[in-house]
């Protein structure tokens, strides 16, 4: 499979993962407030400390997401966290793919596209995506 067909299923996961959040208003203001209340240090350290767990949760299909205990607890969280995952690997995947770093490049020619692919998202965070918009971990800003 080319990176390009690669980065297509994984939109596919993503949108397999926004589904999970079928929230009305109230429900998704209170996720929100929820993980404002959390912190942005402990939902780094959250995200850290549930990494493996969420890298089941993207590779597991939606109907083993919804059955496996592991999932359970946190479940809204643990799927935030693969959402952001995802969106992150989707940035990278995207910057190698339009510099066509897996085309049998010359190893050199390769080193000096793979380090502008490096500069290009070394800085990008997705710590404060979320499916339905912008968020940001200032209380103060929300409340």
Same mark, same amino acid.
């Given at each position: 499979m080319d990176l390009d067909r690669y980065i297509s299923e994984l939109k596919g996961i993503v949108e397999e993962?926004? @589904?999970e959040f079928d929230f009305d208003e109230a429900r998704f203001a209170l996720f929100e407030h929820d993980l404002r209340s959390e912190g942005f240090e402990n939902w780094l350290q959250f995200?850290? @400390? &549930?990494?493996s767990i969420v890298r089941d949760f993207i590779s597991s299909t939606p109907s083993q997401r919804s059955k496996l205990k &592991?999932?359970?607890?946190?479940?809204f969280f643990i799927a935030l #966290? #693969?959402?952001? %995952?995802?969106i992150g690997t989707i940035?990278?995947?995207e910057s190698m793919s339009k510099r066509n770093l897996l085309s049998g490049l010359p190893y050199r020619k390769f080193a000096g596209l793979a380090s502008e692919t490096f500069s290009e998202i070394a800085n990008?965070?997705?710590d404060? %995506?979320?499916p339905w918009g912008e968020f940001s971990f200032d209380v103060e800003t929300h409340t």
């Open positions: 993962i926004v @589904d995200k850290r @400390d &549930k990494l &592991k999932f359970q607890e946190n479940y #966290a #693969a959402y952001q %995952e995802c940035w990278m995947l990008l965070s997705t404060c %995506e979320l």
